[in-house]
């Protein structure tokens, strides 16, 4: 299992267009994705959980990858939250 601490840190937070992306992305792979504040998680491959974490800019979630492709699904949401969710800023 992979821990990780990742910073929201596009303009608009987590809203529907980046949710709807995180959830795509985590679709792809077979592991079991979930993030979250604390203990509380829901899982990454539902929109709808992960709207309702209303993460604002600059809030620190943590993820947690468990499964055969772990590595890869962590690789590619890092790079999805660094790359702004693809909206620039």
């Known amino acids: 299992m992979i821990h990780r ?4 840190i596009n303009k608009l937070g987590l809203h529907a267009r980046a949710a709807t992306k995180l959830a795509n992305a985590a679709g792809h ?4 994705i979930r993030i979250g504040r604390g203990e509380q998680l829901v899982d990454a491959k539902s929109i709808m959980s992960l709207m ?8 620190e ?7 055969p492709d772990e590595q890869a699904a ?5 790079q999805l939250l660094a790359d702004y969710f693809g909206e620039g800023e």
């Open 52 to 59: 309702l974490l209303a993460a604002n800019k600059g809030t």
């Open 5 to 8: 601490q990742l910073t929201i």
């Open 61 to 67: 979630l943590t993820f947690q990858f468990d499964g």
């Open 74 to 78: 962590c690789d590619e949401i890092t």
């Open 29 to 32: 792979h077979q592991c079991k």
